[in-house]
């Protein structure tokens, strides 16, 4: 299947920046978009940002003009730059990659999470 790794988390004060990445390996051919979603405690896990297989680019609003998500173009990795924290984006980010099954269908892959924190 498809296995993906987190890293870059960590503890950052308010204002600061920190950057994310995901490695993506194993049956990654059909991987047709990326993304990275978020859940701090007590709270629903949250969508943060995309990117798809054209190189564009989506935000959840509470991110825009804050974080921005990149990647290579053989879906194998994908960043995501955070600048301008807050307290309220402490949380796990997660991994995201899906890719069709050709079946009508997708398949939903995720990393095991890295934390990132907050906080003065």
């Known amino acids: 299947q498809v296995q993906l790794v987190e890293s870059g988390g960590g503890l950052v004060q308010p204002g600061g920046s920190l950057r994310l990445s995901c490695a993506a390996s194993?049956?990654?051919?059909?991987?047709?978009?990326m993304g990275w979603y978020r859940q701090a405690p007590g709270k629903q896990r949250e969508w943060v940002a995309v990117?798809?297989?054209?190189?564009?680019?989506n935000y959840a609003d509470s991110v825009k003009g804050r974080f921005t998500i990149s990647g290579n173009n053989a879906k194998t990795a994908v960043y995501l730059q955070m600048s301008s924290l807050r307290s309220e984006d402490t949380a796990v980010y997660y991994c995201n990659a899906v890719r069709f099954n050709g079946l009508g269908g997708v398949n939903d892959f995720w990393g095991q999470g890295t934390q990132v924190t907050v906080s003065s």
């Open positions: 990117l798809t297989s054209g190189d564009s680019t």
């Open positions: 194993g049956s990654i051919s059909g991987i047709t978009r």
